[in-house]
């Protein structure tokens, strides 16, 4: 009877729904913008989201197998809560609760970055591995870890929190409170902030024209575009930006030698630009490289929808008890 | 009729092997130097140890479950080979073939430091954990991960090279030709050339009169000792080592959350002067440590007998389908 999965990916600014069919392809989606600050305004959004979509499409629940949510910071799949969500100002939140009493369904909850991990091994550029890792460029960086065909959670299912590994000790001052974690150098935020301090250094750059010298508004796109076309300033960002981004990605080479990284995010966005560098990077300084497979380093192929397909794809992988590859 | 398990720790400096009982401790032992730069060497040299260990117990092969070998570098268990091993001088060194001719017994390999962290699992300070870790710092940093309950391979068998994550990048070179490698903040060697660089600069450390003026005989121990007595050039360098092998093990804890980090190798041994401080910035530093149980950072409990433990217990574990925790 049950034919559809339903996902939930809940993000700081939007939460999307969708209906992922027997094909494992999004059937119908919803979106709205989340609600700032509000726990209980934000789990009446999901459940209202969720109802709608029934609704326009006709379906009753007896014809959805499973509800999954992604939602960012650290969550427990175990009790059913996020347990620390920042930018949702959320501690110890007990989703499962609140939604299944309106929706009894069977509930998962996992992080964002695994649920794109997750989505990318079952129907995206990481199938049929057993060793992969999705990194998204945005705001922060995250990642996801399909470790030995498992999702890797760690204990406390709070590990993978690969963006706060610090690669430069003593670095710029973190949201999370370290100094030098990989964010602070491989975020977009963090690209735009070297390109600002750069196009200080020199007045003649086409940095300062790309933004209609108002720097606040330079976008990592037209920084990388600048370096394509030769300016110097844009030119010596983008290799340091793209310099310390592969360090973080040889450190995971060294940490989980997966067989693939797939790369998503805004930024992912420059596809070879960034993947082409990167796997350079890998094939000269991973450790052991010449005696092993190199681990490749590619685009993320599902893009945005990463987080909402994986989100409804965690019952099929929790309940199936799949090892990836 | 089998009771016993056998294990060789091949080392760069000594071999070593040993029968461990079904208490899962070690009966019988014998350990000669590895031979230089001769794979058939140290191959004739394992099979000798092990029949003279036969011979001394007045053992059958039918009365030994399995035997496993502990070696440096990359290996693979599904090959049953050596792939890289620097310190050995060896490239794809066919273990098992070799070895199984003359003993033919249920042959399991793995890397020396996962074979540390299954025995600290199985039966040392680790035991009764889902994730735990287990660094070693002694020539290099090495590591071994228990993650959900299995020990982390990676893909290839040729993950875990957790010494090699770079913690300053830029920093100085490493063996493994990336710069600023943890393992070049944290083994024994670093702190050493830390503490020469220290007392160059301070020509009234107690630092020089510890070694008798030959600052190529500093030991860590005295560097820790000094430090502990008050000396300025020597605390500072102390201080500087724990602040960075801290930044590798708060990167560790972000990436698999374990519930225990165990601190062996020769450093180790400084026990508590090593683990405390390590615990305040885990306690500190780790991401969402509010939120969470905070990883407990310990001392090894089998010092350098994990590994050659791990060597015999692998059978074990492989043949047991164990999931540990």
Same mark, same amino acid.
């Given at each position: 009877?049950?034919?559809?999965?339903?996902?939930?990916?809940?993000?700081?600014?939007?939460?999307?729904?969708?209906?992922?069919?027997?094909?494992?392809?999004?059937?119908?989606?919803?979106?709205?913008?989340?609600?700032?600050?509000?726990?209980?305004?934000?789990?009446?959004?999901?459940?209202?989201?969720?109802?709608?979509?029934?609704?326009?499409?006709?379906?009753?629940?007896?014809?959805?197998?499973?509800?999954?949510?992604?939602?960012?910071?650290?969550?427990?799949?175990?009790?059913?809560?996020?347990?620390?969500?920042?930018?949702?100002?959320?501690?110890?939140?007990?989703?499962?609760?609140?939604?299944?009493?309106?929706?009894?369904?069977?509930?998962?909850?996992?992080?964002?970055?695994?649920?794109?991990?997750?989505?990318?091994?079952?129907?995206?550029?990481?199938?049929?591995?057993?060793?992969?890792?999705?990194?998204?460029?945005?705001?922060?960086?995250?990642?996801?870890?399909?470790?030995?065909?498992?999702?890797?959670?760690?204990?406390?299912?709070?590990?993978?929190?690969?963006?706060?590994?610090?690669?430069?000790?003593?670095?710029?001052?973190?949201?999370?409170?370290?100094?030098?974690?990989?964010?602070?150098?491989? !975020?977009?935020?963090?690209?735009?902030?070297?390109?600002? &301090?750069? &196009?200080?250094?020199? !007045? !003649?750059?086409?940095?300062?024209? &790309?933004?209609?010298?108002?720097?606040?508004?330079?976008?990592?796109?037209?920084?990388?575009?600048?370096?394509?076309?030769?300016?110097?300033? &844009?030119?010596?960002?983008?290799?340091?930006?793209?310099?310390?981004?592969?360090?973080?990605?040889?450190?995971?080479?060294?940490?989980?030698?997966?067989?693939?990284?797939?790369?998503?995010?805004?930024?992912?966005?420059?596809?070879?630009?960034?993947?082409?560098?990167?796997?350079?990077?890998?094939?000269?300084?991973?450790?052991?490289?010449?005696?092993?497979?190199?681990?490749?380093?590619?685009?993320?192929?599902?893009?945005?929808?990463?987080?909402?397909?994986?989100?409804?794809?965690?019952?099929?992988?929790?309940?199936?008890?799949?090892?990836?590859?």
């Amino acid at each position: 009877m049950a034919r559809y999965q339903m996902g939930v990916d809940l993000g700081g600014t939007n939460t999307r729904v969708a209906l992922v069919d027997e094909e494992l392809k999004i059937r119908r989606r919803l979106q709205e913008r989340t609600p700032k600050n509000d726990g209980q305004q934000i789990i009446n959004t999901i459940i209202r989201l969720c109802k709608e979509l029934l609704q326009q499409e006709g379906l009753s629940l007896e014809e959805i197998s499973s509800l999954g949510v992604a939602a960012p910071g650290i969550v427990d799949n175990g009790r059913g809560i996020v347990v620390y969500a920042n930018n949702l100002n959320w501690v110890n939140a007990p989703l499962r609760e609140t939604i299944t009493r309106e929706l009894p369904l069977p509930f998962y909850l996992d992080n964002d970055a695994n649920a794109a991990a997750l989505a990318e091994a079952l129907v995206g550029v990481n199938q049929g591995l057993q060793d992969s890792i999705v990194i998204t460029l945005g705001t922060g960086v995250g990642g996801g870890v399909i470790s030995q065909g498992k999702l890797l959670h760690g204990g406390y299912q709070a590990g993978g929190e690969l963006g706060h590994m610090v690669i430069i000790a003593g670095g710029p001052l973190c949201t999370c409170g370290r100094r030098g974690c990989w964010e602070t150098y491989s !975020s977009a935020p963090a690209l735009q902030r070297m390109a600002r &301090a750069a &196009a200080q250094e020199d !007045s !003649s750059s086409g940095l300062w024209t &790309a933004c209609g010298n108002n720097l606040e508004q330079l976008t990592p796109k037209q920084v990388f575009l600048l370096a394509e076309q030769g300016d110097k300033a &844009a030119s010596s960002v983008i290799e340091r930006y793209l310099a310390l981004l592969a360090t973080g990605i040889v450190n995971l080479v060294g940490i989980f030698k997966p067989e693939q990284i797939a790369i998503g995010g805004g930024i992912g966005g420059q596809g070879e630009r960034i993947t082409q560098p990167l796997q350079q990077a890998v094939n000269l300084e991973s450790y052991g490289a010449k005696y092993l497979p190199n681990t490749k380093v590619v685009s993320t192929a599902l893009g945005g929808d990463s987080g909402l397909i994986g989100a409804a794809l965690l019952g099929k992988y929790y309940e199936g008890g799949i090892t990836l590859g």
